[in-house]
């Protein structure tokens, strides 16, 4: 399974520079690869990395042991709300391996992808690739990125005209039902990872399906090890759905309601493809924790395997260099990035309603 450092490259085939994921020297994007690569921002942050995994892992380990240590009682069902963070940083980590921000070495990197998102999460990190890597490729565009496509939820009014049944009441009513929809992705994301099993090689398949069983495994002996049967369910529950929320709103305010290609129009080039369709979220060192330092999503669309603790120092370069071209540069703080966001969704049911 190919990394999500080609994120910018082309499904349909590409010159070299494309499937890189940067465009060709000579492009309008050029002027400032040259001065983000001018200060370093590309190189990778090894040790950052090492101190930030080995933190989350001892958050993780000093989580369960507390599970342990109150037993048998409904006071453990408190400790899901400090796991499912912990869970949410450790998908943030999995999703930098992917685009081999953390190492330049790629079978490390798909190491790491693999710890943190098959065994501790659960979750097929081929199958995040993939839908991730094609994200990347086209954010927004309604016939090629994944994440707009037609789904419990729709993006344009044209995918909302072709809803019946109980899908059509869901799309009328989807803007109020998001956050609550949220609650089940948790569970959706491990459901997805092990359908993706079929796609994949013999090889990496039965690695990808032996690390998700022995996470299902180990997590179920756990619960039912400390906890009555009722107690476990209603962790488990309530875990999934913390964590499905947690990680559904730092995701959410990236590209909903900002702008969508028109699929029969011009080819847009990798500056407009990748600032057009995404919005930054401002905010001080909590908003950048909670979001996981994505809301730097221009800079991060941009430049997809620059390490994550780089994308803030990038910003001022991408910002101005935005302004001295004329080029629109979204950004917002988080509540009116939610808002702007439920507005599209409420604009793409409206006409159902």
């Given at each position: 399974?190919?990394q999500?450092t080609?994120?910018?490259?082309d499904p349909?085939?590409g010159?070299?520079?494309e ?12 002027p ?6 001018g200060?370093?921002l590309?190189?990778r942050?090894?040790g ?5 995994i ?5 958050a993780?380990?000093?989580v369960i042991?507390?599970f342990?240590?109150?037993?048998d ?10 796991l499912?963070v912990v869970?949410?940083r ?8 992917g685009h ?8 490390a990197?798909?190491l790491?992808g693999l ?5 501790l999460?659960?979750?097929?990190e081929?199958w ?6 094609r994200?990347h490729?086209n ?10 496509g ?5 993006w ?11 899908a059509?009441?869901l ?13 089940l992705?948790?569970?959706?994301l491990k ?6 099993l079929?796609h ?5 398949r ?7 069983t ?9 619960l039912?090890t400390v906890l ?6 209603v962790f ?15 995701f ?6 900002m702008?969508m290609?028109?699929p ?14 995404s ?16 809301n ?9 395997s620059m390490?994550?603790p780089?994308?803030?120092?990038a910003?001022p370069?991408?910002k ?7 080029m ?5 703080g ?8 439920l507005a599209h ?9």
């Amino acid at each position: 399974m190919s990394q999500a450092t080609a994120t910018a490259a082309d499904p349909a085939g590409g010159s070299s520079s494309e499937r890189t994921g940067l465009p060709a020297v000579g492009s309008d994007f050029a002027p400032l690869l040259r001065a983000v690569k001018g200060q370093g921002l590309l190189e990778r942050r090894t040790g950052r990395y090492a101190i930030s995994i080995t933190a989350n892992l001892t958050a993780l380990g000093g989580v369960i042991d507390a599970f342990v240590l109150l037993g048998d009682t409904w006071w453990s069902l408190f400790l899901a709300l400090p796991l499912a963070v912990v869970w949410t940083r450790t998908a943030f980590i999995a999703h930098d391996a992917g685009h081999s921000q953390i190492s330049g070495d790629r079978r490390a990197s798909r190491l790491i992808g693999l710890v943190h998102a098959n065994l501790l999460l659960g979750m097929n990190e081929a199958w995040w690739n993939d839908k991730h890597v094609r994200h990347h490729a086209n954010p927004n565009h309604v016939d090629k990125d994944p994440d707009v496509g037609v789904g419990a939820l729709v993006w344009t009014q044209k995918q909302a005209a072709r809803r019946e049944g109980f899908a059509r009441r869901l799309t009328r009513n989807q803007a109020r039902l998001f956050f609550p929809m949220l609650l089940l992705e948790g569970i959706a994301l491990k459901i997805y990872g092990f359908r993706f099993l079929r796609h994949q090689p013999p090889r990496e398949r039965a690695v990808s399906a032996l690390l998700m069983t022995a996470h299902l495994a180990l997590y179920t002996t756990l619960l039912l090890t400390v906890l009555s049967p009722a107690k476990a369910l209603v962790f488990a529950l309530l875990l999934h759905a913390l964590f499905g929320l947690h990680l559904g709103m730092a995701f959410a305010p990236n590209h909903k309601g900002m702008e969508m290609p028109d699929p029969d129009g011009d080819r847009w080039g990798h500056l407009e493809r990748q600032v057009l369709t995404s919005r930054n979220v401002r905010g001080a060192l909590l908003t950048d924790w909670f979001l996981g330092g994505l809301n730097y999503q221009i800079e991060h669309h941009l430049f997809p395997s620059m390490p994550r603790p780089h994308l803030r120092l990038a910003q001022p370069l991408v910002k101005e260099y935005c302004r001295s071209i004329g080029m629109p540069y979204a950004e917002t703080g988080l509540v009116e990035s939610y808002r702007q966001a439920l507005a599209h969704m409420r604009e793409v049911g409206e006409p159902l309603r």
